[in-house]
């Protein structure tokens, strides 16, 4: 999380980062962030640097997705509350904008004797069940559903 009583970074370790290819580190522009680019081809922002602690540039993320007013989000909830199965998914909401797969994973820690273990997962996503909001179905490989909600993506789209 930003800790706004630091200064801003004056090292500029961040930005030669971001001119180094062999750093995975990049400046995007449109977020005005740094971002921190994992091995599953995500990214992540980072809000300071991590040798003076001064924090980055402020982003500009929040600007970029819609606000969720609290009505459509109630809505969207009483359509998700009872699903409980990829197929309940599908009953519901139809065919997904996109399916994701897989777009990730979890690890569960060791407890006690039993082993800790990797849940992977792939993504139903519904871009136009809501005019503000993206709704994600992920189910792992047991079945399991669990579910996210965000606003939608008010940025330029990805060039393809």
């Known amino acids: 999380m930003l800790r706004k009583d630091l200064p801003f ?8 980062a971001a001119h180094n290819p062999s750093v995975p ?3 995007k522009a449109e977020m005005n962030e740094y971002q921190l680019s ?8 980072l809000y300071h ?7 980055a540039p402020e982003s500009l993320r929040s600007q970029m997705f819609a606000e969720v007013p609290s009505e459509e989000s109630e809505r969207l909830q009483n359509l998700i509350k009872e699903i409980k199965t990829e197929g309940d998914a599908l009953r519901v909401f139809g065919e997904p904008t996109r399916v994701l797969e ?10 006690g004797d039993t082993p800790g273990y990797i849940h992977l997962y792939r993504t139903l996503r519904y871009e136009e069940v809501s005019d503000t909001a993206v709704v994600d ?4 490989q047991n079945g399991k559903v669990f579910i996210s909600l965000f606003g939608q993506y008010l940025g330029k789209s990805p060039k393809t």
């Open 137 to 140: 179905i992920h189910v792992d």
């Open 38 to 45: 994992t091995l599953d081809g995500s990214s992540m922002p």
């Open 102 to 111: 897989p777009v990730g994973s979890h690890i569960a820690p060791d407890k």
């Open 9 to 16: 970074c004056d090292c500029r370790w961040l930005e030669r």
């Open 49 to 55: 640097c991590p040798f003076c602690s001064g924090r």
């Open 25 to 27: 580190i990049e400046f």
